[in-house]
């Protein structure tokens, strides 16, 4: 028994001797298996349009078939907030499809709402038929520019208005309902 314990334990520090030779701990490897460029990007996401029942799946390659439209966002950033004693604003440029041209692109004439699911967090997102339309609102998966945008796995595509106001920008997109 001893023997095993020498052996479990002399693992375990060459595991911790080899992390930090490379520099690299278990969270930071895990944080590069989710980063993405742009040039390796391909998403998709569910959309279920309440009036007919049915689930279309849009894609990047559908999004990219249109003008690429920017909107600028306003997002909680909540690190560090216990220590700054509230959170902190951030402003940030989403770049994507408008959301009405999505909505047209899948024969969706006319609604009166939708539902964003988030994939990392329990929260739907409700945008009344304002915020919909207006034409900074927008999927997007790129962020200032240059960036996937930050926080998006798994979905790695964005939901984001700047007319929805602080709260409302979704940044891990899971689903779409449409209600009618």
């Not at 279920?48 to 306003?74: C, D, R």
């Not at 990392?120 to 996937?148: A, C, R, S």
Request: charged share 20%; hydrophobic share 40%.
């Amino acid at each position: 028994m001893k023997r095993v314990i020498s052996i479990v334990l002399l693992a375990m520090m060459l595991c911790a001797m080899f992390a930090s030779c490379t520099g690299t701990t278990p969270d930071q490897l895990e944080a590069e298996k989710k980063a993405m460029t742009l040039d390796e990007l391909d998403w998709s996401i569910p959309i279920v349009i309440e009036a007919t029942g049915e689930t279309v799946t849009y894609t990047m390659a559908q999004a990219e078939a249109h003008e690429l439209a920017k909107t600028y966002i306003s997002a909680y950033q909540f690190e560090n907030a216990q220590a700054q004693g509230a959170p902190q604003v951030t402003t940030l440029i989403l770049e994507g499809v408008k959301f009405a041209d999505v909505l047209e692109e899948i024969g969706v004439a006319d609604c009166s709402s939708i539902t964003v699911e988030h994939n990392n967090m329990p929260d739907l997102f409700e945008y009344d038929k304002e915020v919909v339309y207006h034409d900074g609102t927008i999927i997007g998966w790129i962020q200032n520019k240059t960036l996937v945008v930050e926080d998006s796995y798994p979905s790695y595509v964005a939901f984001g208005s700047s007319e929805a106001g602080v709260h409302d920008f979704c940044h891990s997109i899971k689903q779409i309902t449409v209600h009618p």
